[in-house]
């Protein structure tokens, strides 16, 4: 994915009104959800996304698949 695509795709989830929760895959298969808006940050194809454990996940255009428009399934 080109680090504009990127940076647009992420605007356009970020931005949705309201607000509903993504998930982005990773090429490696790993995935995580974002679950607020303000959590994250991004510019020039990198992200930063703080979740609510305060740990932060560091994202590139090179390393994600794909934004998946809802949520993660829970698992039980």
Known sequence: MTAEN?????RAL????????FTVEMVSGD??????PE???????VAVFVSKAAVPVIFDHE????FLGEP????A
């Open 6 to 10: 990127f940076d647009r795709a992420l």
């Open 14 to 21: 970020q931005r949705r009104s309201p607000f509903k929760p």
């Open 31 to 36: 995935c995580f959800q974002v679950d607020h």
């Open 39 to 45: 959590a994250l940050v991004f510019r020039g194809g």
């Open 63 to 66: 390393g994600v698949s794909q």
């Open 72 to 75: 993660m399934e829970q698992t």
